[in-house]
């Protein structure tokens, strides 16, 4: 045997006892990372109680409640497994998202930033940013092209003139794709650089996954939204009250003879709705977003790829209200606890209900 035989494991073994032996311990070993998760966790807790929910935009400092990276992130903690596996097994709609508007926190979701076709819940943007470019008694004149365009619409005639407020109307109410174009035409041009608009829009207001080729929804390539976009666009639009007047109509007649019927069943239907949009397409499916109010509890909800939506909408309004109301309540029993010398309080699911149980003595 030659002297390198002996000189590698020399140098092994001497190492090895110069390194402190705690650094090859199961505790250290697990412990670093551990630690590192704590810091990392402690660091997000403070990002998120430190940043506004109210996102400030590039026009205004007066943003709706946006769901940002931080909300994102704390998905997890606004339901538990449980529940969205319960809430999951009933809905058809391939992506959703619930989201609590006071605090901008998701309630619930599936594959919220799923890229897809929105169909007709792009109107949202065509009829704010008409609402923002025109007065009510401005003149629109359809052309042939915009006439020409596919159902639903309120059959316009090329040449005739219209109001805009009763066109936008059209928009939000019959979800008219007639309007729609005539609409793009009269602010733009044309329904391409319209489209262009829209999409720079969609990311001032919170869509940044939200591209537009057309003003209607219609099937085109290249164009998608997203849930999470959706609701953002939605809240946005919802601060402008004369967006919020007219998405809350049933019904409104116009100067020129039709009646115009809003396509939002769940005005009549699911309780607390206040406005929403709806869209189907045989790309999409059945599309919708739209908000709820319930006891000082404000909701915004966006399907996706739904093959029964309002069912969907039901479940999903109907499961989160529930939890923020239970939320809510074990706010209140835990302040009242902390305010009494009685001990704390141990809370017992009764009837789908938290009560307050006698503290043990």
Request: glycine content about 6%; charged content about 25%.
């Amino acid at each position: 045997m030659t002297l390198r035989h002996f000189i590698s494991p020399a140098i092994v073994l001497l190492l090895l006892f110069s390194v402190p032996s705690k650094a090859f311990s199961s505790t250290a070993i697990i412990s670093t990372p551990a630690k590192f998760k704590c810091r990392t966790g402690v660091r997000f807790a403070k990002i998120i109680s430190s940043t506004s929910k109210y996102s400030i935009t590039k026009e205004n400092n007066k943003g709706g409640p946006l769901i940002t990276t931080a909300a994102k992130r704390s998905a997890s903690r606004a339901a538990t497994r449980g529940e969205r596996r319960l809430v999951s097994r009933w809905i058809s709609a391939r992506s959703y998202l619930v989201m609590d508007n006071r605090t901008g926190e998701v309630i619930f979701s599936r594959s919220p930033d799923r890229k897809a076709q929105p169909a007709s819940t792009i109107k949202v943007l065509t009829a704010l940013i008409a609402i923002n470019y025109l007065d009510n008694n401005d003149r629109v004149r359809p052309s042939r092209r915009a006439a020409a365009m596919p159902r639903s619409k309120i059959y316009l005639r090329p040449g005739a003139t219209y109001r805009a407020g009763e066109l936008i109307d059209a928009v939000l109410l019959n979800s008219a794709n007639d309007a729609s174009v005539a609409l793009a035409e009269k602010i733009a041009g044309s329904e391409k650089l319209f489209a262009k608009m829209m999409t720079y829009k969609a990311a001032i207001w919170g869509g940044e996954r939200t591209v537009c080729k057309t003003a209607t929804g219609l099937t085109a390539r290249g164009q998608y939204s997203t849930a999470r976009d959706l609701v953002n666009i939605f809240n946005r639009a919802m601060e402008n009250p004369e967006f919020a007047k007219r998405v809350a109509r049933i019904r409104e007649h116009t100067s020129f003879g039709k009646t115009l019927r809003n396509h939002n069943r769940a005005l009549w239907r699911i309780r607390g709705a206040e406005g929403g949009k709806t869209g189907f397409i045989n790309a999409a499916r059945q599309t919708y977003v739209g908000t709820f109010n319930r006891h000082g509890n404000d909701i915004t909800v966006a399907i996706m790829g739904s093959e029964t939506m309002w069912n969907d909408i039901e479940r999903l309004v109907g499961s989160a209200f529930t939890r923020l109301a239970a939320s809510g309540y074990s706010r209140k029993v835990a302040v009242a606890a902390k305010n009494t010398d009685t001990g704390p309080v141990r809370l017992a699911a009764v009837g789908g209900e938290l009560l307050p149980l006698a503290p043990r003595m």
